[in-house]
Nanobody
Framework: VHVVESGGGLVQAGGSLRLSCAAS????????MGWFRQALGKEREFVGA????????LYADSVKGRFTISRDNVKDAVFLQMNSLKPEDTAVYYC?????????????????WGTGTQVTVSS
């Protein structure tokens, strides 16, 4: 599975961005998809995940109520809608495809990773 993120950029605090993740290769609809992020000088952290059919989502407490994950299994894509962005959301955001259909918050459960897209939130 090849995973590519897009949609990052520079936005002011309080603004919104929508990240996209396109996947190709094996059956996309069988994989859970996750979003992670890594700020400069910090470890990678979980942002959110969605299970194989989109029925279940999971979010980090830091983004709950502001970020929304969705997927389109016809277009083999997953999205991260980010609202009310804060400077502390600044990071490289990674999309990952899980080895199973269940979304989790552990990066050990994701087998395929994109190269990331930069999100910068100015104050």
């Amino acid at each position: 599975v090849h995973v590519v993120e897009s949609g990052g950029g520079l936005v002011q605090a309080g603004g919104s961005l929508r990240l996209s993740c396109a996947a190709s290769g094996r059956t996309f609809s069988s994989y859970a998809m996750g979003w992670f992020r890594q700020a400069l000088g910090k470890e990678r952290e979980f942002v959110g995940a969605i299970n194989w059919n989109g029925a279940t989502t999971l979010y980090a407490d830091s983004v709950k109520g502001r970020f929304t994950i969705s997927r389109d299994n016809v277009k083999d894509a997953v999205f991260l809608q980010m609202n009310s962005l804060k400077p502390e959301d600044t990071a490289v955001y990674y999309c990952a495809a899980g080895a199973t259909g269940r979304g989790t918050d552990s990066d050990f459960d994701y087998a395929y990773w994109g190269t990331g897209t930069q999100v910068t939130v100015s104050s």
